[in-house]
């Protein structure tokens, strides 16, 4: 991944701790985890790594068995994120499949009580989403929400991903200034962790959660353009998570680059 970032032009990456859709991993081969940090140093990738945990991990999901599930994989993916310090594990918090978004807020911070513990090097983030069907954290204040009731709160943060407010409808082409005031009225900028950097398909408020490639949607390059460039956010890891190829991502790496205002 460390040689992959390089190629690509990048100094940070996001992977999946796990198969996206799955649930089972291979045991933890230490071996692998020295290269790994090896390569991370020796490719110029300074991090930090932005882990995004599998699309399966709903933490309020109905179905009980369905919670355990979510609550062994944020378990043993954080157990594993301990053995390269120092990063961020992100996750969707969560859909309340029509038991409420008070439920839904209830649950994931249950959970996250039962997995957190005080000593743990990696700090957690929540993703900012789109609000597509009965998903939570489309609002700040639904993120604030469920921060306010973790226990181990110094190891909690947010990913603001720019596709996801823009689709849950916060103006960040208008009014990118007024939305991060928000932010920070609400959950606070200093908890603002990570960017995940993608254009919309969608109009803004559209609650799609469709990705477009840089510049070629809804959003726009010159909105993205502000958007790392802000004083807020220009020193926070940006992930691409676009419909792209190798040759895509690093085009845009080099786009995005040349319009950073070193
Ligand atoms: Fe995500
Ligand atoms: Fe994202
Ligand atoms: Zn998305």
């Known amino acids: 991944m460390g040689r992959q970032a390089k190629k690509l032009g990048a100094s940070t990456f996001a992977f999946f701790t796990r198969n996206p859709r799955g649930g089972s991993v291979k045991a933890l081969d230490e071996a692998d985890v020295a290269q790994f940090l090896r390569e991370m140093q020796q490719n110029g990738v300074e991090g930090p790594i932005v882990a995004h945990a599998p699309y399966t991990m709903n933490a309020c999901a109905a179905d009980p068995s369905l919670r355990t599930f979510a609550q062994d994989m944020m378990r043993d993916d954080l157990a594993r994120m301990e053995y390269i310090p120092g990063n961020y594990y992100n996750f969707h918090p969560g859909s309340h499949v029509k038991q409420g978004a008070q439920v839904g807020i209830e649950l994931i911070t249950k959970q996250l009580n039962e997995v957190l513990t005080p000593t743990q090097n990696t700090i957690v983030l929540l993703e900012t989403m789109a ?31 720019t596709c996801h ?81 190798d040759a895509g991502w690093a085009k845009e790496i080099e786009m995005l680059r040349n319009a950073y205002q070193g």
């Not at 993608?198 to 109009?203: A, H, P, Q």
């Not at 469709?210 to 807020?232: Q, T």
Request: negative net charge.
């Open 165 to 245: 407010v823009w689709d849950g409808g916060y103006d960040i082409v208008g009014d990118l200034d007024g939305v991060l005031t928000e932010f920070d009225r609400i959950i606070g900028l200093d908890r603002l962790r990570a960017i995940h950097l993608n254009d919309s398909l969608n109009e803004r408020g559209a609650h799609k959660d469709r990705h477009a490639k840089i510049g070629e949607g809804c959003i726009g390059f010159d909105a993205l353009c502000r958007v790392i460039n802000h004083p807020a956010l220009r020193e926070l890891p940006f992930i691409l998570e676009t419909p792209n190829d």
């Open 131 to 161: 609000g597509k069907g009965s998903e939570v954290g489309r609002t700040f204040e639904e993120l604030q929400s469920i921060l306010s009731g973790v226990e181990c709160a110094d190891r909690m943060g947010v990913c603001l991903d």
